[in-house]
Nanobody
Framework: QVQLVESGGGLVQAGGSLRLSCAVSGSTFSGYLMGWYRQAPGKQRELVARISREGTTVYADPVQGRFTISRDNAKKTVYLQMNSLKPEDTAVYYC??????WGWGQGTQVTVSS
């Protein structure tokens, strides 16, 4: 059974930074396209960044230029560096493969105050 453990969230002021981590266990990792998703209150979960097994990255427009996704295949971990945070980035952040076929972890809460 695949386990996803997200960490690194917290409360930060607008303009601040956070680095999220997601450790994967119970599955191979290096061959998967990985993504960071987020779900804000009352909204559907959305994909904000993805990274291929070779390291090619794609970002959703709202986070382009502010977020950076990376991965360490040896550690089976994916990261999300978030800079210049905005209140609208407030959400629970999750990682998963694409298209999200593993069970979801507990996520990590990110709250950005204005």
């Amino acid at each position: 059974q695949v386990q996803l453990v997200e960490s690194g969230g917290g409360l930060v002021q607008a303009g601040g930074s956070l680095r999220l981590s997601c450790a994967v266990s119970g599955s191979t990792f290096s061959g998967y396209l990985m993504g960071w998703y987020r779900q804000a209150p009352g909204k559907q979960r959305e994909l904000v960044a993805r990274i291929s097994r070779e390291g090619t990255t794609v970002y959703a427009d709202p986070v382009q230029g502010r977020f950076t996704i990376s991965r360490d295949n040896a550690k089976k971990t994916v990261y999300l560096q978030m800079n210049s945070l905005k209140p609208e980035d407030t959400a629970v952040y999750y990682c998963n493969n694409l298209p999200g076929t593993w069970g979801w972890g507990q996520g990590t809460q990110v709250t950005v105050s204005s």
